[in-house]
């Protein structure tokens, strides 16, 4: 049976362009310092990226002293990172990039990788079980994985979305009047979904749009595929988006629902 085509590689350049340039996202403000924090690269260190894209993070990781492994499925991606690599300088450590799926890491020597990153992409991947054992097993005894995905609780693509009840008021003890509330709606969680997302939204031309697969799960499906592939949850840790509301009627309530509402979770498993 052939894959479904989860690749990103069609819109390589724009996807680029959105993680590299722009000052305001989530890669740069949210998803970076965090990395750093709980990968804590150096030199010595050896780090597995998966589905690592352009390199935005093998390479941060790698001027910190780590010795990183990148792979993506996405050949117009890989040759993205090779062109950022050739343009950067890597101060202390290295940074090698392959062409392969997830699940087939067999250039990487068994037991070689103190840390295996997944960022962003558990979702487009597939073969969730085959991924996470060929992770673990080219992690040390003792390595970790650390993924990083849209919330599965709160972001399933097609199934959620942001509300507003305007009869609502939470806490009335501190507004001292009625005020709508923003909420997010779930339609669904439980049941695992394959769900066709458009990477051009803005494209009005039907041939020219492109299409990629969100694979959603929830919770337990993760934690079940952890387990069968020796690897035992050692952290969760949930993200909230840094972005602010525009001054306006609905920006503080705005700004208070995306502090309780995270965007991204991050599991981080050892290998036992």
Not at 163 to 182: H, Y
Not at 197 to 226: C, W
Not at 248 to 260: I, L, V
Request: aromatic share 8%; with cysteine.
């Amino acid at each position: 049976m052939k894959d479904k085509n989860t690749s990103w590689g069609a819109i390589a350049e724009w996807y680029d362009g959105l993680v590299e340039d722009t000052a305001d996202s989530y890669q740069k403000n949210v998803l970076m310092p965090n990395l750093i924090r709980l990968v804590d690269p150096k030199v010595g260190m050896a780090v597995l990226d998966v589905a690592c894209g352009q390199g935005y993070f093998a390479r941060a990781f790698a001027n910190n002293g780590a010795k990183v492994i990148g792979c993506d499925i996405s050949s117009e991606l890989i040759e993205l990172a090779k062109k950022h690599v050739s343009n950067d300088t890597i101060k202390k450590g290295s940074v090698v990039y392959n062409v392969t799926p997830s699940d087939k890491l067999t250039f990487v020597p068994d037991g070689s990788i103190d840390v295996v990153v997944i960022i962003l992409a558990l979702q487009n991947i597939e073969k969730i079980l085959e991924t996470f054992q060929e992770c673990s097993r080219t992690l040390k005894v003792g390595g970790r994985m650390i993924v990083v995905l849209n919330h599965p609780a709160f972001r399933v693509p097609k199934y959620s979305s942001w509300r507003w009840d305007d009869a609502r008021n939470l806490r009335p003890e501190i507004s001292g009047v009625q005020q709508a509330k923003m909420y997010r709606r779930i339609d669904e969680y439980m049941s695992e979904a394959q769900i066709k997302v458009d990477m051009t939204p803005g494209e009005n031309i039907a041939a020219k749009k492109k299409f990629t697969v969100s694979f959603h799960r929830p919770l337990q499906s993760y934690f079940k595929a952890l387990n069968k592939s020796g690897l035992a949850v050692t952290r969760l840790e949930e993200w909230i988006s840094h972005k602010k509301s525009q001054v306006g009627p609905r920006s503080a309530e705005e700004d208070r629902t995306r502090k309780e509402i995270p965007m991204f979770l991050m599991i981080e498993s050892r290998k036992f």
